[in-house]
């Protein structure tokens, strides 16, 4: 009985979600990165960017929906996901094309790539893209009236 319920605490820790979503992206990103430069001949800069940008509707929904919970407002976290987004399409153009030149070819370049990713990802995700909004702090008291809380003197 204590195993399964450590089973279900590991399968409901977002870092798991997270993982399963993160690698059924990579394997859609992989695949239209493949299909883009092997069948139809783009350069690899934008094959890299066409699979990276074309998975970028399923990692959103799933990562925001499933691994973090959906709390965030989509705008919110849509905004931060693209900047996000828009740095991590960088550094993979890079890898991605690094690797090829080198020799070692462009797979394994989007592998070293995410594996990479997928750490600062995954904190960057739970901390600021998708983080549930803070309550905002609470109002300070209304200021009391000097008038009526000055002690009174009398004059004789």
């Known amino acids: 009985m204590a195993r399964q319920s450590g089973v279900r605490r590991v399968l409901d820790h977002s870092a798991t ?37 074309g998975s970028f509707a399923f990692n959103f929904t799933l990562q925001r929906r499933f691994a973090f919970g959906g709390q965030t ?18 550094v993979n153009i890079v890898f991605v094309e690094a690797f090829e030149r080198m020799g070692w070819g462009f797979a394994a370049g989007k592998i070293v790539v995410t594996v990479a990713q997928t750490f600062w990802n995954y904190l960057a995700y739970r901390h600021w ?20 809380t000055r002690p009174t003197t009398e004059e004789n």
């Not at 909004?133 to 009391?144: G, H, L, S, V």
């Open 129 to 148: 893209v998708f983080a549930a909004p803070r309550d905002p702090a609470p109002a300070p008291p209304p200021e009391a009236d000097h008038e009526t």
């Open 17 to 53: 979600r997270y993982l399963l979503v993160g690698g059924s992206a990579l394997l859609l990103d992989l695949g239209l990165l493949t299909l883009f430069y092997r069948g139809f001949g783009a350069p690899l800069w934008l094959a890299t960017a066409c699979g990276f940008w």
């Open 73 to 90: 407002p989509t705008g919110r976290a849509l905004l931060r996901y693209c900047m996000l987004l828009a740095v991590n399409s960088l």
